[in-house]
């Protein structure tokens, strides 16, 4: 299985390989479009990323193009305005991030996050259905090893999981939260 999974990954640009990684970086749920393609800067920061890692040539693919040729790879799947991948590719991509470039790919998918997020406090009801599609990848983005949280999107991702947690009545999960954003400022 892995092996077949390089042959596709060898054959796909940098934007694609950059959405795969940055997905990997998320939770593993499915992650809406509007997400990736609303990021296209953020997006490009990535690719550009990948391309100075690998030595690779930088893609001339489009953010919006690229779910498109990982589906055509079946290396993700796009389906009523989602992207999934497989468990096995989400584990094995997400353990070859490099340590020394893991903090810009967590800052850069922060900052996708929190643009994708509601405009109104997520302790508003009205926020959580969209809460409800973006707290796993929210979630697994503040609580990565490798996440520093230094940068404005990963502190407001904090924060809101945290306003998120209280309203709804998970307080521990709160307090877990809000404990890591103490131990940032002492």
Not at 14 to 39: D, H, N, Q, V, W
Not at 64 to 71: D, G, I, R, Y
Not at 85 to 109: D, G
Not at 167 to 175: H, M, P, V, Y
């Amino acid at each position: 299985v892995v092996t077949t999974f390089f042959l596709s990954f060898d054959r796909l640009g940098a934007m694609e390989k950059a959405l795969l990684r940055t997905a990997s970086l998320f939770g593993f749920a499915p992650i809406p479009c509007a997400m990736i393609e609303g990021s296209p800067d953020q997006m490009q920061r990535l690719a550009t990323l990948w391309s100075e890692e690998s030595g690779e040539a930088t893609s001339e693919t489009s953010v919006q193009k690229a779910p498109t040729n990982l589906a055509r790879y079946s290396l993700m799947d796009r389906k009523d305005g989602m992207l999934t991948m497989h468990r096995m590719e989400w584990e094995i991509i997400r353990h070859k991030v490099p340590s020394t470039t893991a903090p810009q790919w967590l800052a850069c998918s922060a900052a996708i996050v929190v643009r994708h997020a509601p405009n109104e406090a997520p302790d508003n009801p009205v926020t959580w259905p969209s809460w409800d599609i973006l707290r796993p990848h929210a979630e697994a983005v503040a609580k990565h090893p490798s996440a520093l949280h230094q940068t404005d999107s990963e502190l407001q991702i904090m924060a809101a999981l945290r306003d998120l947690h209280i309203a709804q009545g998970r307080f521990a999960d709160a307090l877990v939260i809000g404990r890591q954003c103490l131990s940032l400022f002492t």
